[in-house]
């Protein structure tokens, strides 16, 4: 994640070709035909064509600086051939494209895609006259998906605390991905051994010293803090054996354990209630915020990562705060619709509708 770029993209080639080495007898491409491949690439990149785009820059903990300003299938094509892997990478797809691509290859009515992993982005299908970048020709279908690169919006109106502002300057992006750092799984554990390091540093909240463990960034992680969260033993028993197994914080009295249980739930809730706002954004900005004459049309959000699948009480707060942003009537129409690795099978549709070999197979 901080070497060189020979060596990332490498460690990605050669895993491919292990992959392809335990394929079947029957999966192999005929002689004199390539193999074909999507390539998802969750990180910023302005693409210049289908199958190439340069990194603009690295988020979520990805620092190095000889692959900015590259071209990313460049970089993957010459490892590939370092490994003696012959492979033509025929689509370049964002995780959240590809999950929405994977989401309408399934079901026409998905209107848009939001990655709640590690990262967090969203894609949506707008009509190509609302977009004033666009100067080329307008699309046949006069639809255009964006990449809306959510991660990085800022505004003055984020609930922003000095845990948060700490956590940016200390980052390797500084300045840059606020919403990402606010509503993430990379993060949300983060932000709360900020809070604790505080309360044990200016409240005793431990005793008399501070745990030293505490003091280490990205210690406490976000399925560290869920389990806590999720903790339904009368005496917080998971929480008590989480600060002892990760912090070496052996004695926690039953108080102690729910205040850090309600930490947990403070940051949650502001994560999964910013995530919400952002998906209205998304559903009034395409005119789906109201019910037109006795018109049912179903809005589904294709929603992909291990965020939003395995911290079920993010998930249900996201949810129920749709339906209170929205109303009852309007998230009757809204389905939030889990796509498991949708992002990997869009890219394969990408890939196999854009394949060099299509004209000769419809001919």
Request: one cysteine or more; charged letters at 25%; hydrophobic letters at 40%.
């Amino acid at each position: 994640m901080t070497g060189s770029s020979d060596a990332l993209f490498d460690y990605i080639a050669t895993a491919l070709a292990n992959f392809v080495a335990t394929e079947g007898e029957g999966l192999h491409p005929s002689p004199g035909k390539q193999r074909e491949l999507g390539f998802t690439f969750s990180f910023p990149v302005r693409q210049t064509s289908i199958s190439s785009g340069n990194l603009i820059k690295w988020t979520k903990g990805f620092s190095i600086d000889d692959t900015v300003g590259e071209d990313v299938v460049g970089e993957l094509t010459k490892a590939m051939e370092r490994v003696g892997l012959d492979m033509r990478v025929s689509a370049l797809v964002n995780d959240t494209i590809g999950t929405l691509a994977g989401g309408r290859y399934y079901n026409p009515d998905v209107i848009a895609a939001v990655i709640l992993g590690t990262g967090t982005n969203a894609a949506y299908v707008e009509r190509a006259q609302a977009i004033p970048k666009w100067h080329g020709l307008l699309p046949k279908s006069g639809e255009m998906v964006i990449n809306m690169e959510w991660g990085n919006f800022r505004s003055s109106h984020l609930p922003l605390t000095e845990y948060d502002q700490d956590l940016d300057v200390e980052s390797l992006n500084p300045g840059e991905q606020i919403f990402e750092k606010i509503i993430s799984g990379m993060y949300l554990g983060e932000i709360v051994r900020r809070v604790l390091l505080k309360m044990a540093e200016e409240a005793a909240f431990f005793g008399d010293t501070v745990p030293p463990k505490l003091k280490i960034p990205f210690i406490l992680r976000t399925p560290h803090m869920s389990a806590m969260h999720h903790d339904e033993s009368s005496d917080l028993r998971v929480v008590g054996s989480k600060l002892k197994d990760i912090l070496e914080i052996s004695h926690t009295s039953l108080k102690m354990r729910i205040a850090i249980v309600e930490l947990c739930d403070i940051v949650a809730t502001r994560g999964a209630r910013l995530s919400a706002a952002g998906i209205v954004g998304i559903i009034k900005k395409l005119g789906r915020d109201a019910v037109k004459d006795g018109e049912k049309q179903k809005s589904v959000i294709a929603m992909d990562g291990g965020l939003y699948e395995h911290y079920s009480k993010f998930s249900t707060c996201m949810e129920s705060t749709l339906k209170e942003l929205l109303g009852e009537e309007v998230s009757d129409n809204i389905v939030i619709k889990l796509s498991n690795d949708g992002s990997g099978i869009g890219a394969a549709l990408l890939a196999a509708s854009h394949s060099q070999y299509l004209e000769v197979a419809e001919s």
